[in-house]
């Protein structure tokens, strides 16, 4: 990282160009540094809780501190730390992997970056919060994390940091895959790409439906919160629709946080044994099965919690099932070594070490799926060391290996590898000192904060042994990181002989800032790579089109309004006068056509030849606003299946909301897709008059409806029906209120598309920004065609 | 004296049935590992241009490396396996899950109620304890569990039972002991500040002596 941002960015100061960057490599960067430095933040809070737990009786921590130590320790690791951690390498990597010169969205990425950043201030402000931050534990289960229990300000603070940080992954998850669909460079087929690329496409395309549903069961928490709806209050709704709808995120989760690592660790194999990945296909389609197999597990984390007998045995079943397609890609990884010449490198260490612990890891899994042992096991320590022997072992430890393996990419230099060894039996020593012994307390519920059983004393002191060695590891990661920045040597393009394996190992260390100086590459049918050369040069050495303000003042009004909103009023103001100023910079700049994103025009774009960046950037996040809208009506159902049992009464057709109102704004809404529609077509046919009167309409009947839905709110409001009335009006007012709110957006943008378009922006026939509308008003409409029925009609 | 049934044993049978076959299956895998390892390691590596070995080594897939069988072999050998494990796992919960498999035609049933932070175990005859339960040795114990704030879960370690105790639902577990002595229940699901001092005890006695205090 010492080369700074002069290097990549240029530009008169490096502060400003740090800030202000675009570069796919520089994000990839400022990823990796905010996601080790959260990594030390949540470890050191989980040192002063090992040391709480080493003794029985212990009074290091409070009951209070530890359980917020424990809360912001599990969120962090998990949400702060594993992912973004692949994504560092990912922004660096996965475009040069696939032959692109950026993402497809720099902007996008930087704005991902930003966001990934405010929400990590906010989740840490809410430490400080007066009352503390969220003591609920990570999987905050309800009632407890209600404001009746659990009113501390700094708890409705990390559920709205993480409502931030899970927007800023859905932009970036939404940038991966166009970028990864449409941006691979000629010859490069799906399954071209190296493991590394490979598994974070399947990441991101889990990513794309698990972070919105998890947003789900949070809003309903933050309305819960700050508006006093009754989802989990209710008997309705209850503990069970959190635990329902938070697992189904839940499980995905933690693929999500397994197959970077993972899948980096399969090309470090490939490359240290100098073997091609042995059946790369079945790795792939694993991937994918194993993905939609996390669809149908989630109910192996509420075996306990009362579920019918035979759903029970079912997901016991599912649950299995899924070790099978990771049992096909780790012995693929042992196949691929088979006849190599195996050189044993510090990455090759730790991809090895990585593999041993996730199959100790799996194995675990095995006894939690089993619906008999899951009795013994669930809520006790045996549990922890599962999922770290999962998540660290698998995920991290293979997230290690892989910031070893690129290091003298990003860097230019090299690392000791006397002292990387050192490091790696330092690791796998403080590792299972850590963590196996945790399996062996299987009597021992996990979050407490003391035990009086004398009994588990010793096994606790081991542990806490086994936590400061391994503390000890990541402090010898960070010393052999920073000498090599100072005084490793320097590092050749190829130091692993990778070369013929992936492109970034055919290009300078560390890359120039288009990734290609030799121009562009391009692939054989049997994979050997040439150059197509260009003559002219790359977009403009000397003026920096691709930096942008933007992204970063968003990001700083967002943070401004997080923490103001929970701790000071004008701090909010102030925050979203900012944000506003961004999004209104960022349109204008567009409008001015002032940034230019660096694509080249060929490339492979299988299966996606037909669309364009942009509609396949909408398509890709409705897809995700699908996945958020989807749990909040399966709440809805549950809800209502609930009230049978409980014999709440929902209101009939018509009592509560007039059926004429409803009906009249479904005519107006379904009239005004058709006005996008045609809007549409006439950009296309670059009609300028017929698009301005088509959008100018589709304005105004949006405007329409939103004029009818505040009357109905306010009509509801007079006659007292508000949000905490009952179930039925927080269903309606929240579901309702969402709709609005994206319709509402919609609404914002078309003023900037009617200027544009009468501008002549559109007269070409090229009209992304028309078509982009088109499809998300389209999936506005639809949304409204499903609230309809359910609180008018039925 | 015949031998009761408990829930313990079908646990820890349980148990040690999943443990030989993970041990034997991670031993494989990492005897394959370290094989593998050890066998394909070269100390000082200068491919020539020619090596054969590189040929494959490239961007993509490999024609050559990978098969179908492999892949069928895992997937069919891990089938058979898990049909094993999970066919004496529906037994085991089963007979964990369903009082009636204790072969006590008239087993004790006792409400729990978990609270912030505590648990109150309620008698059919009404008599009412909060942190202690005490039950005859021998004898089956149904537990209806519920909660009155916030979710928790019930659990005798000892017994390896264990069920959440959710305000507004009901869930059941049994045991039985056959030993006289002090056995440990805790709560299991965080609950708050008290969480870690949600300790309750299953007091288990004579039948005569719990007899005389039963009716007393
Ligand atoms: C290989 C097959 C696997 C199986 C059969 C399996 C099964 C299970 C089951 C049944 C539980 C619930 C335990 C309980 O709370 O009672 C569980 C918990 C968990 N597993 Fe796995 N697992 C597997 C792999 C993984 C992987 C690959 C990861 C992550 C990389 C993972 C991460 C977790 C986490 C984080 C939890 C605990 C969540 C919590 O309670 O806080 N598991 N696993
Ligand atoms: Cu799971
Ligand atoms: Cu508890």
């Known amino acids: 990282m010492s080369h700074g941002g002069n290097e990549h960015v240029g530009g008169p100061n490096p502060l400003i160009s740090w800030l202000f960057t675009t570069n796919h490599k520089n994000v990839g960067v400022l990823y990796l540094v905010t996601s080790l430095y959260f990594l030390v933040v949540a470890g050191v809070l989980a040192l002063t809780f090992r040391l709480q737990l080493s003794e029985p009786n212990n009074v290091i921590l409070g009951p209070d501190a530890y359980n917020r130590a424990m809360t912001l320790h599990g969120l962090f690791m998990l949400l702060w730390v594993t992912t973004p951690l692949g994504a560092a390498l990912a922004n660096y990597f996965v475009p040069i992997q696939i032959g692109a010169k950026d993402m497809a969205f720099p902007r996008l990425n930087a704005l991902s970056y930003w966001l990934y950043l405010s929400s990590g201030i906010v989740a840490l402000s809410s430490f400080f919060a007066p009352g503390g931050t969220a003591d609920w534990g990570w999987y905050t289960y309800q009632p407890l994390a209600s404001l009746r229990y659990s009113p501390q300000i700094g708890g409705s603070m990390m559920a709205f940091a993480l409502l931030l940080l899970l927007a800023s992954t859905t932009v970036g998850t939404v940038n991966f895959i166009v970028t990864i669909f449409r941006l691979r460079a000629p010859g490069m087929k799906i399954l071209n790409l190296p493991l590394f690329s490979l598994g974070w496409l399947a990441t991101n395309l889990i990513l794309l439906w698990a972070f919105p549903a998890f947003m789900a069961p949070l809003i309903l928490l933050v309305t819960d919160r700050l508006l006093g709806t009754v989802f989990y209050t209710s008997a309705e709704g209850g503990p069970l629709l959190w635990a329902h709808l938070f697992w189904f995120f839940g499980h995905p989760e933690v693929y999500i946080l397994l197959i970077p690592g993972l899948m980096a660790v399969g090309d470090i194999i490939a490359v240290s044994g100098r073997r091609a990945v042995y059946a790369k296909p079945a790795v792939w389609v694993a991937l994918l099965v194993a993905s939609f197999q996390s669809w149908v597990v989630w109910a192996h984390h509420m075996f306990q919690s009362g579920i019918h007998t035979g759903l029970r045995e079912a997901f016991n079943i599912t649950t299995e099932l899924i070790s099978i397609p990771f049992a096909v890609i780790v012995i693929a990884f042992l196949l691929t070594l088979v006849g190599g010449r195996i050189r044993i490198t510090t990455p090759m260490l730790f991809a090895l070490g990585s593999l041993a612990l996730f199959i100790i890891g799996g194995a675990s899994g095995v006894f939690n799926s089993s619906v008999a042992l899951n009795i013994g096991l669930h809520g006790t320590f045996w549990v922890v060391g599962h999922f770290h022997y999962t998540i660290v072992g698998g995920g991290i430890t293979g997230l290690v290996a892989a910031i070893y393996y690129f290091w003298p990419k990003m860097t230019g230099r090299l690392f000791s590898e006397t002292l990387g060894k050192i490091h790696f039996v330092v690791h796998m020593v403080g590792f299972n000192l850590l963590y196996f012994p945790m399996h062996m307390l299987f009597d021992m519920p996990r979050r407490v904060y003391t035990y009086v059983v004398e009994a588990w004393g010793p096994v606790n002191m081991v542990i806490t042994i086994g936590a400061f060695t391994f503390a000890a590891a990541w402090a010898l990661f960070f010393a052999i990181l920073f000498h090599s920045l100072a005084r490793g040597s320097k590092a050749p393009d190829d130091p692993w002989d990778a070369a013929p394996y992936s492109l970034e190992w055919n290009i300078p260390s560390p890359p120039p800032e288009f990734n290609f100086p030799h121009g562009i590459p391009s692939l054989s049918p049997t994979g050997k790579i040439s150059w197509i050369t260009t003559n002219g040069a790359s977009p403009s050495e000397h003026s920096h089109p691709h930096l942008s303000p933007w992204p970063f003042i968003v990001s700083v009004g967002t943070s401004l309004i997080g923490v103001g909103l929970f701790m000071s009023p004008p701090m909010t103001v102030l925050g979203l006068a900012a944000f506003v100023a961004a999004i209104v910079g960022w349109a204008y700049d567009d409008l001015k056509d002032r940034f230019k994103v660096v694509i080249e025009a060929i490339g492979e774009k299988w299966p996606f030849e037909r669309d364009n960046n942009f509609s396949l950037g909408m398509w890709t996040l409705v897809i995700g606003e699908v996945a958020l809208v989807g749990p909040i009506f399966s709440g809805y159902v549950f809800a209502r299946a609930n009230s049978l049992l409980t014999g709440f009464r929902w209101p009939a057709p018509g009592e509560v909301h007039p059926i004429e109102l409803g009906l009249l704004n479904t005519i107006i809404l379904t009239t005004s897709g058709l006005t996008a529609t045609l809007a549409y077509l006439a950009s296309k046919k670059g009609e300028r008059g017929r698009t301005v009167l088509s959008l100018t309409a589709t304005l105004a009947l949006g405007l329409a409806f939103l004029g009818i839905k505040a009357f109905e709110w306010w009509e509801l409001h007079a006659h007292g029906i508000t949000f905490g009335t009952d179930i039925a009006s927080s269903f309606y007012y929240v579901l309702t209120g969402i709709h609005a709110s994206h319709l509402l957006a919609g609404v914002l943008v078309l003023p900037y598309l009617i200027l544009k378009a009468h501008k002549g922006g559109y007269d070409g026939g090229k009209a992304p920004g028309i078509e982009m509308f088109a499809i998300y008003w389209g999936f506005v409409d639809i949304v409204w065609l499903f609230i309809f029925p359910s609180f008018y009609l039925l | ?216």
């Open chain 2, 1 to 216: 004296m015949v031998e009761l049934l408990t829930t313990e044993t079908i646990w820890y049978s349980l148990f040690w049935f999943y443990l030989m076959a993970a041990v034997t299956i991670s031993a494989l895998v990492f005897g394959f590992m370290t094989f593998v390892v050890l066998r394909y390691r070269t100390k000082s590596r200068n491919p020539a241009p020619s090596d054969p070995i590189d040929e494959d080594f490239r961007l993509g897939v490999s024609p050559k490396r990978g098969g179908v069988i492999p892949v069928l072999v895992i997937v069919g050998g891990l089938a058979v396996l898990f049909f094993g494990l999970t066919l004496s796992t529906f037994h085991a919960n089963e007979v964990m899950e369903d009082v009636s498999h204790s072969g006590d035609p008239a087993p004790l049933k006792i409400r729990v109620e978990g609270y912030q932070w505590g648990w109150i175990f309620v008698y059919p005859n009404g008599k009412k304890l909060d942190g202690e339960l005490i039950v005859p040795v021998g004898k089956a114990v149904q537990l209806e569990i519920t909660s009155r704030d916030v979710y928790h879960a019930f659990k005798a370690p000892d017994f390896k039972i264990m069920k959440d105790a959710i305000p507004g639902r009901l869930n059941y577990a049994w045991f039985r002991a056959v030993e006289e002595g002090e056995y440990l229940v805790q709560c299991y699901e965080l609950c708050g500040v008290g969480h870690a001092r949600m300790i309750a005890k299953i007091k288990a006695v004579d039948p005569g002596t719990f007899q005389n205090w039963y009716t007393s």
